[in-house]
């Protein structure tokens, strides 16, 4: 079931120059909402985190890429979700490319691994989601195409 789906801003460090602050489209899924009640996860969250398109004439932002600890670290204090029950997915949707649009990158969904210290992030490891929870992700949005925005 979906629980959250808006723009997340993460404030950066740095004080007033907001060093590496930025804003993402997130999701939080919790699979033990509706459903099945016969079928428990280890692991019923599942955050998904995809970029923005860029915002002309702004100054560049951070990516999620680039920030995936801190933004875990932050969506995990803010939606007071225990980091041992969270699935953390980076999104990218396709992207279609050239003069003649002949070019194509699929989409694609990231499972990101983090080494936890008390209530941090640390150490992110990416490795390209299985596909049965890629299916299970896109099953809880019906009806709609799974985009970053």
């Not at 970029?51 to 680039?66: A, C, H, I, N, Q």
């Not at 990101?112 to 890629?134: C, G, N």
Request: include cysteine; hydrophobic fraction near 40%.
């Amino acid at each position: 079931m979906l629980v959250h789906d808006d723009i997340f801003h993460w404030e950066g460090f740095g004080g007033r120059l907001k060093l590496a602050a930025g804003r993402c489209r997130l999701r939080i899924f919790d699979l033990s909402r509706g459903g099945r009640r016969d079928l428990a996860h280890i692991k019923p969250i599942i955050v998904v985190v995809s970029d923005l398109p860029e915002d002309t004439g702004k100054l560049k932002r951070l990516g999620v890429r680039s920030c995936a600890s801190h933004i875990a670290t932050r969506v995990s204090q803010k939606f007071a979700i225990d980091h041992q029950r969270m699935i953390f997915i980076e999104f990218y949707p396709e992207e279609i490319y050239g003069n003649r649009k002949q070019h194509r990158i699929a989409e694609r969904f990231d499972t990101v691994d983090f080494t936890w210290f008390d209530d941090k992030a640390l150490h992110p490891k990416w490795r390209p989601a299985p596909a049965a929870l890629v299916e299970t992700i896109k099953s809880l949005m019906p009806g709609k195409s799974f985009s970053a925005v």
